[in-house]
């Protein structure tokens, strides 16, 4: 009798990661195999745990602020913006208009980087390499201007509570407005590279679909839930900070798949540049910090405040017990809860296709690890 | 049939390409990092720097802690002593644990007298933790980094760098 040999296993378990460049960051995933078909995937996450919110509990709400930036560091400017929401919410402190039109311009331009940053590696995954540099060259152009204003370009601790550090530099408004006139252009370039090349929809067209009502169930956000067609967008349904001032569609897929939540994120972009282009030209002028007292002991009670951010909604839950540093700090980090999709989406699908789910999804390890 | 004949002649796949020969003779954006240093926004927040007053020479901190205490790191330690004389306390040590920084901005965006502040130096690696721990004296001259070589004939009395001793 011959012995039975791992050649004759009907399903072999795999290690995807931590290591895996197609991961985006520290995941492992556990892929239970049947020859090329996936059976079954587990995530494995906590590589990349720093113990954010643990560490909120011994620092004041002004020293917070840098920490969230390094949550989802690809969108740092939206992370921060909801945690400087909640705070501001919890002190009732009144924000500038002007201050609060730049945080918006900001942060679209965030969302525009961080899914040009996605559509970039995602692309790469896939094995369109030539998008990836284009990608990168304007999203330099993006995080050269929060160079300028904020001083960094990736940890960018871009807001304070009440409103900002410091004004516009002398030439903002120019470069800003310079990046979202070539901006269309650009993305023409990224769309004829992508959306008709037969490699492209063969690889994305009917891969990883998931139903509206799916999507509901499993609580996702952003543009994994916009891709089946839910528009569901929390700056439309509950505008914070301003949003209410600013035209914007939300763009919708039909088919819940690879492709249509590509196509989503494409729009978004446009959808940012839009805002932003309203914000140029009716952008007040003003004080840009409100009254904020150095002393900040928000009354007891519990906050919740979400911002849109670039991968979906982004909650701060926060618990203030009357002191100066927060009792708890619960984030809500929106892929998280998309990657719990992960297992459902593979399943049937071949090796190379948990890849291009894995980029579908936008992980980003740092705000799923905490 | 305009659909498959643009199937058939990888329509697709030429427009693509297309763009791609197009950028072969576009202007280059590569930036030629070691040997180009890149020209930084005046707000970056890199190297800290302890200011002296220009004029006096004398340094401007007046040792008050803000910045000790506004550090989410409390990485920056003040060292002071009250001058007998005058009443007013003098800064005798400052330390600033370059490993640790989050590079947030918030000691020089408290800093009553715009001594401590954070430059467009951003070349911070070093070969031993200990270097990453700054005094007083190399807060307020800057450090003697690696030089990478990139303008060696013009960094003025500087000896052949340790990156080089290293190479051979």
Redesign the interface.
């Known amino acids: 009798m011959i012995e039975p040999t791992i050649l004759d296993a009907k399903e072999i378990e795999i290690n995807m990661g931590p290591q895996h460049p197609s991961t985006h960051g520290v995941l492992r995933v556990k892929l239970k195999i049947d020859g090329e078909k996936v059976r079954q995937a587990e995530c494995i996450i906590g590589y990349l745990h720093r113990g954010v919110e643990k560490i909120s509990e011994n620092r004041n709400y002004f020293k917070c602020i840098p920490y969230y930036d390094r949550t989802d560091y690809i969108a740092a400017v939206s992370n921060g913006l909801g945690f400087i929401l909640g705070v501001e919410k919890m002190a009732e402190i009144q924000v500038p208009e002007r201050a609060q039109y730049i945080r918006i311009m900001m942060t679209e331009l965030n969302r525009i980087a961080s899914h040009l940053l996605w559509l970039a590696t995602h692309a790469l995954d896939i094995g369109a390499m030539t998008v990836f540099l284009y990608c990168f060259r304007e999203r330099e152009e993006i995080l050269k201007l929060f160079e300028a204003l904020f001083g960094a370009r990736l940890t960018t601790h871009a807001f304070r509570i009440g409103g900002l550090w410091k004004d516009l530099p002398p030439g903002f408004v120019e470069a800003v407005k310079k990046f979202t006139d070539e901006f269309p252009a650009r993305v023409d370039e990224y769309e004829q590279l992508l959306t008709k090349n037969r490699i492209w929809l063969d690889r994305t067209r009917g891969i990883g679909v998931i139903s509206a009502a799916e999507a509901i169930e499993y609580g996702l956000s952003g543009p994994p839930l916009r891709g089946s067609g839910v528009p569901y967008d929390v700056r439309k349904l509950r505008p914070y900070g301003g949003y209410e001032n600013f035209e914007f569609d939300v763009p919708v897929g039909k088919n819940g798949d690879t492709y249509d939540r590509y196509l989503v994120r494409i729009e978004e972009m446009l959808q940012s540049r839009r805002i932003v282009e309203q914000i140029l030209q009716k952008l007040p002028s003003g004080p840009i910090r409100g009254k904020v007292p150095r002393v900040l002991k928000p009354a007891a009670g519990e906050y919740y405040s979400a911002v849109e951010g670039p991968r979906g909604e982004l909650g701060y839950y926060i618990v203030s017990d009357g002191s100066t540093q927060p009792f708890r700090v619960r984030i809500r980090p929106p892929t998280f809860i998309s990657l719990q999709v992960l297992d459902r989406l593979v399943r049937g699908h071949l090796i190379a296709d948990v890849v291009a789910i894995i980029g579908t999804l936008d992980i980003v390890l740092g705000e799923i690890d905490r | 049939m305009v659909n498959f004949l643009k ?1 058939v002649f990888f329509v ?2 030429l ?2 390409l297309a ?2 020969l197009k950028y072969t003779f576009h202007r280059v ?1 590569t930036e030629q990092y070691p040997t180009e240093k890149p020209k ?6 890199g190297a800290p720097r302890l200011n002296n007053d220009p004029e006096t020479g004398e340094t401007l901190c007046i040792a008050c802690d803000l910045c000790a205490q ?3 790191e409390d990485l920056i330690v003040v060292g002071s002593e009250r001058d007998p004389d005058t009443r007013k306390k003098v800064l005798t040590t400052y330390t600033f644990d370059t490993s640790r920084c ?5 000691c020089q ?1 408290i800093c009553p007298t715009n001594a401590i502040e ?1 430059t467009q130096d951003f070349e911070l690696a070093t070969y031993s933790r200990r270097n990453m721990v700054w005094d007083r004296t190399r807060l307020e001259q800057g450090w003697d980094r690696i030089d990478y070589g990139a303008d060696r004939e013009t960094a003025s009395g500087r000896e052949s760098s340790r990156y080089e001793r290293k190479t051979g």
């Open positions: 199937r697709d796949v427009a693509g763009l791609t954006y930084l926004a005046e707000r970056y927040r506004v550090c989410p989050l590079f947030c901005g918030l965006e954070l």
